[in-house]
């Protein structure tokens, strides 16, 4: 210390000194006086702005604050949710800026993640009254898109949960390629909010038989996504494969599961940027092969094998028989049949025997509604018991 402020005191280099000295001196008042003004002008647009709402023009350039500002705006265009569901994109253009992972992967800011409810509808939601009640509560947690018949035209009150959250959407198919489409418009729509961070898709005739705390735990601590993939060696399994698919796809990859999916986000991105696998499902799984059957559970299979828990938390009922699923109404909703639905399976979760097998079940009709919200409380734990009208 003592030595630095002797050579300073020293004197050793003289010349440079009193140079050195004058012109920052001037420098620095010249400055001081741009400093005081751009602060003067800031003062005044910062009022203006404030209670006139006036955007000064001589802020932008003198404010030095301004780029700080901007910063923190851009990070923020990044993190929020888009403010409108009903953008211009083209399938190609949504799935490109849906494919976007940051590399670094610690979140910068405090993340919440969401889950997000995809539906896949033909157009109105009968149950909505069971989901609204089932989300009741959880704001800040959930996230819904709906993918209906462009044609349908939603009318929900501005309170509820469903309340534009439709998608841009387009003819969908059963059995063909157009069904897997709308999949991924669903899924590439709701990754574009970087807090959702599982993916859930369901049709108008699903119910949730948990009560959300019980079904985000149940997300958010898995190590797997819920992708129905099985090697069914039968001919509606491996005799729908195709040769031709080889080599990107082969035989002993082939893989057949129910559509109904509930995938994490890094599963989501990797269905949405998929251009691989796409071309040879939409060429060679036509008609009888049923591409919503297999084209999800082979490609992940493939992609991603080690993430899958090769089952589907949504629960159907083959038993009937036939081409399709049973359809449960009013009749069929009584305490013992939610029961059986909720505990009646073994499974693996991260690894461990559990008989919390299914979250979801499908199919219920319009007429399930008034018992399903009359026994929601006691037996699937949501809901407020209703008062009895008479007292
Ligand atoms: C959800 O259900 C579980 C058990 O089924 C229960 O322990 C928990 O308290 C419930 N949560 C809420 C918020 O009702
Ligand atoms: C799976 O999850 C459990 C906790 O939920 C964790 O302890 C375990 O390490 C995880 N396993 C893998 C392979 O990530
Ligand atoms: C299919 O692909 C897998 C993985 O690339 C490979 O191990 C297997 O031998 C292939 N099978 C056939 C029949 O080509
Ligand atoms: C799911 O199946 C794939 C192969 O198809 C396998 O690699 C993976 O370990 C399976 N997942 C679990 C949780 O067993």
């Given at each position: 210390m003592q030595s630095r402020v002797l050579t300073l005191e020293d004197g050793k280099e003289p010349l440079q000194r009193p140079q050195a000295k004058a012109l920052p001196m001037r420098i620095v008042k010249?400055l001081a006086?741009?400093?005081?003004?751009?602060?003067?002008?800031?003062?005044?647009?910062?009022?203006?702005?404030?209670?006139?709402?006036?955007?000064?023009?001589?802020?932008?350039?003198?404010?030095?604050?301004?780029?700080?500002?901007?910063?923190?705006?851009?990070?923020?265009?990044?993190?929020?949710?888009?403010?409108?569901?009903?953008?211009?994109?083209?399938?190609?253009?949504?799935?490109?800026?849906?494919?976007?992972?940051?590399?670094?992967?610690?979140?910068?800011?405090?993340?919440?993640?969401?889950?997000?409810?995809?539906?896949?509808?033909?157009?109105?939601?009968?149950?909505?009254?069971?989901?609204?009640?089932?989300?009741?509560?959880?704001?800040?947690?959930?996230?819904?898109?709906?993918?209906?018949?462009?044609?349908?035209?939603?009318?929900?009150?501005?309170?509820?949960?469903?309340?534009?959250?439709?998608?841009?959407?387009?003819?969908?198919?059963?059995?063909?390629?157009?069904?897997?489409?709308?999949?991924?418009?669903?899924?590439?729509?709701?990754?574009?909010?970087?807090?959702?961070?599982?993916?859930?898709?369901?049709?108008?005739?699903?119910?949730?038989?948990?009560?959300?705390?019980?079904?985000?735990?149940?997300?958010?601590?898995?190590?797997?996504?819920?992708?129905?993939?099985?090697?069914?060696?039968?001919?509606?399994?491996?005799?729908?494969?195709?040769?031709?698919?080889?080599?990107?796809?082969?035989?002993?990859?082939?893989?057949?599961?129910?559509?109904?999916?509930?995938?994490?986000?890094?599963?989501?991105?990797?269905?949405?940027?998929?251009?691989?696998?796409?071309?040879?499902?939409?060429?060679?799984?036509?008609?009888?092969?049923?591409?919503?059957?297999?084209?999800?559970?082979?490609?992940?299979?493939?992609?991603?094998?080690?993430?899958?828990?090769?089952?589907?938390?949504?629960?159907?009922?083959?038993?009937?028989?036939?081409?399709?699923?049973?359809?449960?109404?009013?009749?069929?909703?009584?305490?013992?049949?939610?029961?059986?639905?909720?505990?009646?399976?073994?499974?693996?979760?991260?690894?461990?025997?559990?008989?919390?097998?299914?979250?979801?079940?499908?199919?219920?009709?319009?007429?399930?509604?008034?018992?399903?919200?009359?026994?929601?409380?006691?037996?699937?734990?949501?809901?407020?018991?209703?008062?009895?009208?008479?007292?």
């Open positions: 010249v006086f741009f400093l005081c003004l751009g602060i003067v002008f800031s003062a005044i647009s910062v009022y203006l702005t404030r209670y006139y709402g006036v955007y000064s023009v001589v802020s932008k350039p003198l404010v030095g604050l301004q780029p700080c500002i901007e910063a923190m705006d851009a990070l923020t265009r990044w993190i929020k949710p888009p403010s409108s569901l009903m953008h211009t994109m083209s399938d190609e253009e949504l799935l490109w800026r849906a494919s976007f992972v940051p590399r670094v992967k610690k979140y910068p800011f405090q993340r919440v993640p969401k889950v997000a409810f995809l539906f896949l509808t033909i157009g109105p939601l009968p149950l909505a009254p069971l989901w609204e009640t089932f989300l009741k509560g959880n704001e800040g947690l959930y996230s819904v898109y709906i993918h209906s018949l462009p044609s349908y035209r939603a009318e929900f009150p501005s309170s509820s949960a469903f309340y534009h959250r439709q998608i841009p959407s387009q003819v969908s198919e059963w059995g063909k390629m157009s069904m897997c489409d709308a999949e991924r418009r669903l899924l590439a729509n709701a990754l574009l909010d970087i807090s959702n961070e599982w993916f859930i898709l369901l049709s108008e005739s699903c119910i949730p038989v948990y009560n959300f705390s019980t079904i985000y735990q149940y997300f958010m601590r898995s190590n797997y996504s819920y992708v129905g993939a099985f090697d069914d060696q039968g001919p509606f399994g491996r005799g729908r494969y195709n040769i031709l698919m080889a080599p990107e796809v082969n035989i002993s990859q082939w893989r057949k599961g129910s559509q109904w999916f509930e995938v994490n986000r890094e599963l989501a991105v990797t269905m949405v940027r998929d251009t691989i696998f796409y071309p040879k499902f939409e060429a060679f799984c036509k008609p009888h092969c049923y591409v919503d059957e297999h084209y999800f559970p082979t490609m992940l299979t493939i992609e991603a094998p080690h993430l899958l828990a090769n089952r589907t938390v949504t629960w159907v009922d083959w038993s009937r028989g036939g081409a399709h699923p049973a359809t449960f109404g009013r009749v069929d909703i009584t305490e013992g049949f939610l029961k059986r639905i909720r505990e009646g399976n073994t499974c693996l979760y991260n690894d461990q025997p559990t008989d919390i097998c299914h979250l979801f079940a499908r199919k219920f009709s319009p007429s399930a509604l008034e018992p399903l919200l009359q026994l929601a409380p006691g037996h699937l734990g949501f809901g407020d018991r209703r008062e009895d009208p008479g007292t």
